[in-house]
Each structure stands twice: as C-alpha cells, then as structure tokens.
C-alpha cells in the first residue's frame, strides 16, 4: 500500500481512468478513516455526491479526496507530537505510554468509530476529528460524553444516538446479514429505499 500522498494525487489525476481514480480514494479512506472506513466511506459518497456512474460527476472525487486531504492535516501533526512523545517516553525506559489518546488506543484513523456505516456525523470530519481533540483537551471522559458532539451518554455500550459515534472504538463493530447488505449498496452507491440519496 503507497502513502496517502501517492494516492491522493492519482485521485486528482484525470489522466487515469475513473475507476483507478476511484481505487486510489479507497486506498486513501483505508489510511486515514476517522469513523472507520465503511462509515467514512459512505460519507464521502454522500457529501462529496459520487454518483453511480463516475463519469457523471468525475470532481466529486477530488471533492471526497479533498475533504480526507483536510482531516489529515488535522489529524497528522498530533499523531506525530504523539509519537515523538512515545519515543522520549520510551528512551527513559517507560514502555507504557503515560497518556492514552483516543487516536493511539483507537488508530489514529478510527478517531470516531462509527459501527453502523449509514449513522455518522454529517459536518465535515475536520470539524468533528476537532471536536474530538478540543474535548479530549478540555477533560471531558468518553464515559460520560460523546467526544464527537458532546451529547451526554447515559446508556453505556450504545453509540451515541445522535451523531453514531460509539466510544469504543472498532471493538464495536456492526454485525449481521442486514449489514452486509447494506454494505454493498452503499460500495456500488445505490439509493437506499429515499433513506440515503447516494447518487445525485
Ligand atoms: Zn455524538
């Protein structure tokens, strides 16, 4: 797998046909998906309004690979303060990390896990992976609150009800038949019933 950078320009080069520039945006939503790749998958889909026929609409894929672009640039300088952190940690003998952010327990990509691929935040994902550092910043616990919109959790376990964003990272994924179903109507952006207009 080549770096985000390598892939990011192939998304953006029309010289390429739509499907391998399709292809490269997967490969860049699998190195950095805040909301796990399905949900951030669907809401690229959804938000930058890639249509069923690519050809259709070819910019709504530099409009997708943009708005990973733009999270990115949140996301990377604290994953790397992060890591030079663990290294002068590690240099002094202390092989447990003294602070856990979520985006090191969780992935760094997996920032606001999302188990059901249709139920995620609508803003932009810079806007909520911010959310989520501002919140960690200020000291509130992912046991009392969702990082992601700050509403209250009062049911342990659950994703939170409003924005999707369950607070256990990847452990809580979504299983079951219904969701694979769903999964592949939302790979091959097919509407789903008028409850998701993936297609413009
Ligand atoms: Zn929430």
Redo the contacts with the bound molecule.
């Keep these: 797998m080549t770096s985000f950078p390598a892939q990011a320009r192939r998304v953006h080069d029309s010289t390429r046909s739509p499907q391998r520039r399709l292809h490269a945006l997967r490969e860049c939503t699998l190195h950095c998906a805040p909301y796990g790749f399905r949900a951030t998958w669907h809401h690229l889909i959804v938000t930058a309004r890639i249509p069923r026929r690519l050809t259709d609409d070819l910019d709504a894929l530099v409009r997708a690979v943009d708005e990973l672009q733009a999270v990115r640039d949140v996301v990377l300088p604290r994953a790397q303060e992060y890591a030079a952190e663990r290294r002068r940690e590690k240099a002094t003998g202390r092989r447990i990390p003294q602070t856990s952010p979520p985006w090191n327990s969780w992935g760094w990509c997996q920032i606001?896990y999302c188990p059901e691929p249709e139920h995620h935040?609508t803003t932009p994902l810079a806007t909520v992976v911010q959310a989520v550092f501002d919140r960690h910043a200020a000291g509130v616990s992912v046991d009392t609150?969702?990082?992601?919109?700050?509403?209250e959790r009062r049911l342990p376990g659950r994703?939170?009800?409003?924005?999707?964003?369950h607070a256990d990272g990847p452990a809580a994924r979504h299983h079951g038949i219904l969701a694979a179903e769903r999964w592949q109507r939302i790979w091959h952006r097919e509407p789903d019933d008028g409850r998701a207009s993936l297609a413009p």
């Design positions: 606001a935040p609150h969702c990082l992601a919109c700050g509403t994703g939170c009800p409003v924005c999707g964003v």
